[in-house]
């Protein structure tokens, strides 16, 4: 990894991000920027996975993807807090490897560790560019924030922006595929499978915006165009 990175991946659990960033990770990439994913706990427990079993899905997953850095935070699963311990930590992490651009968990779910992952996340961008301070590093602060959808509600959110990920939603479900205990194991193999559906949301993203395939995006901010040349 370089200096810093153009874009870090803020994942309430592994997996969270391929969910909901994994196209936009082979679009990013291909367009030669730096990708990382910060996975705040390990997930586990859960039905069929195990601590081992998750690391080695997630640095399957790593590889398919070609990040530039990839790391667990080591926070609780279920019990995902944004207080000040974890806010330093997370803080020290995003001092530490100076993403410019942060992709945060969508602010709305049914899930407690994303709603906290949200928050986690605003309060330590804050806190890593403050100067007198308790927190190792240099100040940095990301410049844009993104939030993504990774979530567990039936809701359909207006999103701010579409990306076409139409030349990446293969590499998108060959990443996810690499979490056999999450996605695969002990649920239906008959049509339509969890896979089916997440690759079917994205073909709906990707209607909405006429192309084959798309992952939403929120902004709180408006986010500047230099140019309109490379609209979808």
Known sequence: MSDSLDYLIISPHPDDAELGVGGTIGVLKAEGASVGI??????????????????????EATKVLKLDYRKNLGLKNRELVSNLESRTLLAEEIRRVKPKNLFVPYWEDVHPDHVEAYELALGARFWSKLSKTHLAGEPHFPT?????????????????????????IETKMTALACYQSQLITGRTNTFPTLLDDVKDRNRYWGWAIGKAYGEPFLTREEVGLKSLGNLA
């Open 38 to 59: 910060l996975d705040l706990t390990n997930g586990e427990p859960t039905p069929h996975g195990t601590p081992s079993i998750r690391g080695k899905e997630t640095e």
């Open 144 to 168: 844009k924030v993104f939030y993504y959808f990774s979530i567990h509600l039936r809701i359909h959110p207006k999103p701010s922006f579409i990306l076409d990920i139409s030349n990446h």
